[in-house]
T-cell receptor, first 115, second 115 residues
Framework: AQSVAQPEDQVNVAEGNPLTVKCTYSVSGNPYLFWYVQYPNRGLQFLLKYITGDNLVKGSYGFEAEFNKSQTSFHLKKPSALVSDSALYFCAVRRSSGSARQLTFGSGTQLTVLP | EAGVVQSPRYKIIEKKQPVAFWCNPISGHNTLYWYRQNLGQGPELLIRYENEEAVDDSQLPKDRFSAERLKGVDSTLKIQPAELGDSAVYLC?????????????FGQGTRLTVV
């Protein structure tokens, strides 16, 4: 079975400071990894994905994430946080091979950027 | 291009009543997902379709939940009868390229309140 862990329910950071939202995963074989953001009363919006290649992937709104296979991690980062980045962030994983294409989500991390 | 469209956005029903949700995926996307999201938690997969075939419905409570995807396009999710514990946001998502390495696009969800 595949799973995603987001160890922090809440992350607070001051505006202008760098932010990191942590994610670790468990899956058979090579993973496809995704980050989504959810604003209040909205659906999930895609931020970025890792499929293959460069371990550092860049996505929307200045976000990036680093894939670390040995640590089975895919942490989300941004060099300088904005108040408008405050939202709920979800990491997700899918197997890269085999018939199962289930997209499994973590429990989410509430990011609050303080002005 | 229109995104994933869900209706209704909100639904309040009494327990033991039936309810149905509708989803129109992005044109050309053959993979369709229904997720349930409880407050403060990550989305949990209920059912996944490849075209009109339900290929992963192991998490669907089949005694009261049913789903269909006629002609491999629109989909409906039904609950009959609803229970208090069914109160949640029901999210529909779709993806192309058989859903493997492409991201899923989500609708805004239907917030169900069972009273």
């Amino acid at each position: 079975a595949q799973s995603v862990a987001q160890p922090e329910d809440q992350v607070n950071v001051a505006e202008g400071n760098p932010l990191t939202v942590k994610c670790t995963y468990s899956v058979s074989g090579n993973p496809y990894l995704f980050w989504y953001v959810q604003y209040p009363n909205r659906g999930l919006q895609f931020l970025l994905k890792y499929i293959t290649g460069d371990n550092l992937v860049k996505g929307s709104y200045g976000f990036e994430a680093e894939f670390n296979k040995s640590q089975t991690s895919f942490h989300l980062k941004k060099p300088s946080a904005l108040v408008s980045d405050s939202a709920l962030y979800f990491c997700a994983v899918r197997r890269s091979s085999g018939s199962a294409r289930q997209l499994t989500f973590g429990s989410g991390t509430q990011l609050t950027v303080l002005p | 291009e229109a995104g994933v469209v869900q209706s209704p956005r909100y639904k309040i029903i009494e327990k033991k009543q039936p309810v149905a949700f509708w989803c129109n995926p992005i044109s050309g996307h053959n993979t369709l997902y229904w997720y349930r999201q409880n407050l403060g938690q990550g989305p949990e997969l209920l059912i996944r379709y490849e075209n009109e075939e339900a290929v992963d419905d192991s998490q669907l409570p089949k005694d009261r939940f049913s789903a269909e995807r006629l002609k491999g396009v629109d989909s409906t999710l039904k609950i009959q009868p609803a229970e208090l514990g069914d109160s949640a946001v029901y999210l529909c998502a779709s993806s192309g390229d058989r859903g493997r390495n492409t991201e899923a696009f989500f609708g805004q969800g239907t917030r169900l309140t069972v009273v």
